[in-house]
């Protein structure tokens, strides 16, 4: 089956289910809550106390998980952040669009180039099936969308655009207010994000890229306190006692990739630098772990945010009425195999993290190992589930509602990732299949369990032969047809 007989064929299953997926027709709810999805940007899984880092404290993230839910195996749909976000809209791929060229999206410059969305789009968006279920909408914060996928376009109240310490005390008196309808809201927070423009100053050459630097005031301001060491702790205490060690995937994985080597050569998109591959060569140790204590820190601001907007919900007396979702767009390598930033299909750059609370509704404290999650194609069905109505864009994505409630469900085996480089498909035994593309076809099986730092893969091992021809056949069949 083609790539495009096979979506139109998903598009069609999707609306050959009940009236209601296509539709939006309204169903009976007893309880209609509150949904805030807090949305950080560039955090990986691991960066969060409650998932076992002791480099950082994020006492209001692990507040969520405290009272409810964290997922460990959850993946975005594509590991940078404008086809992410297409995927929070839309419930989608960011490969069902083009950009303006007729090209697939997946990756940033195109993504953001995508032209007016089809009808059969506009109408099965995560905005469209909640205003026919009577919420509220709203959106604070990063957009990066291409602009009929931004949030004005598709009738969220666009409330405010700063991304940072306004959008919380912004979203906390909006929150306070009284609401004669349910609301669903977007709050998208970005300080973790700031990391980026680190290795981006330090290797800045060219004039484009000096200029681009002297605009980012804000970023760069945010990175220089994220920077500084403690006061009245010597470098030699810093280095022993406080700042995070080099990853115990520091060096590149054995064979690595032609795609990998690639992607170090990437600009990210800004002219005349190569920022990535500098750093790869030139960064010490020290400026690793430079780099790694900045990224806590950073990811520490964006919790005292999120402290802000749990304040408020508690205040307001609202816990008991407002489902909140956590998760980020994609993670950062920070220095695992050498690597900066995203793209990349190790679990530092696609892992994320995927938590819910609601009080008296989600029993608090648990961890679900098991479950595999996309967050751009679960999103849509799970809020319009707690919405009371059906909604769905991709066949593929499923209601997370089962088990925020801790029912037995029937699970998805494997889940597609999209990539600028490639696709992956991880199975819940914790293989994960990699196909790369970008230089050439190459592939590479990993297992988790046995390499949770992906540094042999077991792609020719004798051993895992028929493992490997199982993967491929859900790459094909069930994920990405044609390719």
């Not at 809550?33 to 998932?51: E, K």
């Not at 059969?120 to 009929?148: C, D, M, R, W």
């Not at 595999?372 to 109505?389: E, F, K, N, Q, R």
């Not at 069949?477 to 044609?482: A, D, K, L, N, Q």
Request: hydrophobic fraction near 35%; aromatic fraction near 10%.
């Amino acid at each position: 089956m083609k790539r495009n007989d096979f979506f139109k064929y998903l598009v069609i299953a999707g609306c050959l289910l009940p009236s209601t997926i296509c539709k939006g027709q309204k169903e009976f709810s007893k309880e209609k809550p509150n949904i805030i999805y807090i949305f950080t940007d560039q955090q990986s899984a691991s960066m969060m106390s409650c998932a076992g880092n002791q480099w950082l404290k994020t006492p209001a993230m692990d507040y969520i998980a405290e009272s409810g839910i964290r997922f460990t195996r959850a993946y975005t749909t594509n590991p940078v952040c404008s086809p992410a976000r297409i995927s929070l809209m839309t419930g989608r791929f960011p490969g069902f669009f083009s950009d303006k060229d007729g090209n697939q999206v997946r990756e940033n410059e195109g993504a953001v180039n995508i032209p007016q969305v089809s009808e059969e789009v506009k109408n099965t968006t995560i905005s469209a099936f909640l205003q026919n279920a009577g919420y509220e909408l709203f959106y604070g914060g990063k957009q990066h969308l291409p602009p009929s996928l931004r949030p004005a376009a598709l009738g969220f109240n666009y409330y405010c655009s700063d991304e940072r310490e306004k959008l919380a005390e912004e979203t906390a008196k909006l929150i306070k207010e009284k609401h004669e309808n349910p609301y669903f809201m977007v709050v998208s927070l970005i300080e973790s994000h700031d990391i980026c423009f680190m290795p981006i100053r330090d290797f800045a050459t060219s004039e484009s890229v000096k200029n681009f630097i002297k605009k980012s005031t804000v970023e760069c301001t945010s990175l220089d306190k994220a920077l500084e060491m403690p006061p009245g702790v010597t470098e030699q205490e810093f280095f022993e006692k406080y700042c995070p060690p080099l990853p115990p995937n520091y060096e590149p994985q054995k064979d690595e990739p032609k795609a990998i080597k690639y992607l170090i050569d990437l600009a990210a998109g800004l002219p005349n630098s190569n920022f990535i591959r500098l750093a790869h060569d030139k960064y010490t140790d020290k400026d690793w772990r430079m780099q790694r204590w900045a990224y806590c820190k950073l990811v520490e601001m964006v919790d005292k945010r999120v402290q802000t907007i749990l304040d408020a919900i508690k205040e307001s007396g609202q816990e008991e009425n407002t489902l909140i979702i956590f998760s980020s767009d994609h993670g950062e390598m920070s220095g695992a195999h050498r690597l900066l930033h995203k793209t990349a299909f190790y679990e530092e750059s696609a892992s994320i993290p995927f938590m819910a609370m609601w009080k008296g509704h989600i029993t608090g404290g648990r961890i679900d190992n098991e479950h595999l999650i996309s967050s751009g194609l679960d999103l849509l069905p799970t809020v319009c589930d707690y919405a009371g109505i059906k909604g769905m864009s991709d066949p593929r994505g499923r209601s997370l509602r089962p088990l925020f409630e801790g029912k037995k469900v029937d699970w998805r085996e494997t889940l597609g990732v999209e990539s600028e480089i490639g696709r992956m498909v991880v199975n819940k035994n914790k293989l994960k299949y990699i196909k790369y593309d970008v230089v050439g076809i190459e592939e590479q099986l990993f297992d988790l369990d046995r390499d949770p730092y992906e540094m042999n893969p077991f792609t020719n091992d004798r051993k895992y032969k028929q493992r490997l021809v199982k993967m491929r056949k859900a790459f094909t069949s069930e994920w990405f047809p044609g390719y």
